[in-house]
């Protein structure tokens, strides 16, 4: 990114930083929490799949959904994947497991606002020995892609913290070559149209200087009007809420050792903004979603 940044962006990098650093400062010695991970899952490959590295309400859960999703909605070859605030790297790597799985190897390039993370990412990166994706420090409303150079484009986890949506899907579709597709979990950021807000604490938890927040109605008329087509704008109600719920549970059960590794107060955070989560879906005012868009051909 240009190092000379305008005061409206150097504000909103600041409140982006400041609510994740409030949860997962303490990731920042990685070599320390990895090694507490290690201690505490019994060894690396079990540690990695703890997703301490992933942020977003859905976990390794909701990556592992977009990536089987941008698959089977796939035209043609899977070279080039772009991920959207791809924070300190966590879905990246896990997208690199999973393809390989799946006998596909793309080049895995994320874009993350906050040049502090891209730097972290690369620590995380070399701790646990997946260098592979690499993260470039970027703003997904100006993408520092070439036009038609990418296969697929993903957000998960990260969308609801994406601001000016309709910039960002202009230059999804702009980079991304025809038959292309962008597939993306929106957990907080989108309400049913006829809904009444999200209640006090939802907003304490997710604020709107943080959380971008539209209708549906309004996200689908953003996909179009970037010129995409819209393939699946599925409700995950039924599938997030027992997992917000789930993911709960465990963080309670693992209170002694999340409280351990992040702080009283990050953890209490965490909990908070999963519980309001889970509360405002049972309201039906938050409505999570898979979204699928593909790039026209001709």
Known sequence: MDAALSPSKSREIDIQRAYHDSIFEALLPWEKIWQMSIDMAGSPEAAATLGID??????????T????????????PLSNIVELGSGFGGALRLARRHLLARGLSPRLTGIELIREYCSLAATIGRVVGDVEPFIVNGDARQLPLRSG?????????????LR???????????????????????EVGLRPDSQAEPNEEFLKNHPPEVVAQTTIAGRRAEIEAAGLVVETMSSLLDWALPLVRQRLLMLRFMGHCATAMFGHEAYEQMVGTL?????????????????TAKLPRG
Do not use: K, W
């Not at 992933?54 to 990556?63: D, T, W």
């Not at 977009?66 to 043609?76: A, I, K, P, R, Y």
């Not at 150079?149 to 913290?161: E, H, N, Y």
């Open 54 to 63: 992933l942020i977003g309400h859905f976990g390794p859960r909701g990556v």
């Open 65 to 76: 959904l977009v990536l089987d999703q941008l698959v089977l909605q796939s035209e043609g």
């Open 149 to 161: 150079s990418i296969d697929a484009v993903f957000a998960a986890g990260s969308a609801s913290f």
């Open 164 to 186: 000016s949506m309709n910039q960002v899907l202009s230059e999804c579709a702009r980079v991304l070559r025809p038959g292309g597709v962008v597939v993306m979990t929106d």
């Open 275 to 291: 519980t309001s989560a889970a509360q405002e879906y049972e309201r039906r005012s938050v409505q999570p979603m898979l979204l």
